[in-house]
């Protein structure tokens, strides 16, 4: 069962454009990260954030985690083909980040 | 600094066998989880090796097992492997640091295609 639904599922959009990719749950997370992942190779880490309302920016990436830690947003400004990819919210039950439930992942494609 | 690996990339299986996976976490870190990610979807955990002992656990039959060895490298073993079984399999190494761990780092994974 995924407590995390992320939408869209699927983003095409061209280059310099600006989008926002979703990922609520019903659940309280302590803390919840982002990860792209290209085809064939493992998620890499973008972000944690843990505090309710905490807004971090990662160059053109902004990523913010709602108040009451069951959401959370990723903006991307000016998308660049190299910005493609999967990409994957996961929540952290406890602050052990011991188990990290994935959601269902947004495949963003740029268009040159 | 090497950082996850996992081993081997690739491995096609027919229904009924057992395969063996393998992981060697980031240097320094002790704590090594698995997930298995099928097509389409976000990754699933099955579970975490700490201390050589299985810490937590996922919703996954007992055909999933998994074994951590001294110097921290871990093995996931599956048996009776069904088709449903086919999927990119995902290690993750982190520290624990007290009761927390630190921030996770996946492998490569290793593509399983049981036919």
């Known amino acids: 069962t995924q407590l995390l639904e992320q939408s869209p599922q699927f983003l095409s959009i061209q280059e310099g454009e600006n989008l926002t990719v979703y990922c609520n749950s019903s659940?309280?997370?302590?803390?919840l990260q982002w990860y792209r992942q290209e085809p064939g190779e493992g998620p890499v880490l973008l972000v944690t954030?843990?505090?309710?309302?905490e807004v971090k920016k990662l160059k053109r990436l902004t990523f913010q985690f709602g108040d009451a830690r069951k959401d959370s947003s990723l903006h991307i400004t000016a998308a660049q083909p190299g910005d493609t990819g999967l990409y994957l919210c996961?929540?952290?039950?406890?602050?052990?980040?011991?188990?990290?439930?994935f959601g269902t992942g947004t495949r963003l494609t740029i268009i040159p | 600094d090497a950082g996850v690996t996992q081993s081997p990339t690739h491995l096609i299986k027919t229904r009924g066998q057992q395969v063996t996976l393998r992981c060697s976490p980031k240097s320094g870190h002790d704590t090594v989880s698995w997930y298995q990610q099928a097509l389409g979807q976000g990754p699933q955990f099955i579970f975490q090796?700490?201390?050589?002992?299985?810490?937590q656990r996922g919703n996954f039959p007992d055909r999933f097992s998994g074994h951590q060895f001294p110097n921290y490298s871990s093995e996931l073993n599956v048996n009776a492997l069904l088709l449903g079984d086919s999927a990119l399999y995902l290690c993750?190494?982190?520290?624990?640091?007290?009761?927390?761990?630190?921030?996770?780092?996946f492998g490569q994974g290793t593509r399983l295609t049981v036919v």
């Open positions: 993750a190494s982190s520290y624990k640091l007290g009761s927390m761990n630190t921030e996770a780092f």
């Open positions: 090796y700490y201390e050589e002992e299985e810490r």
């Open positions: 954030v843990v505090t309710g309302g």
């Open positions: 996961a929540g952290a039950r406890n602050f052990g980040n011991e188990k990290l439930t």
């Open positions: 659940s309280v997370f302590s803390s």
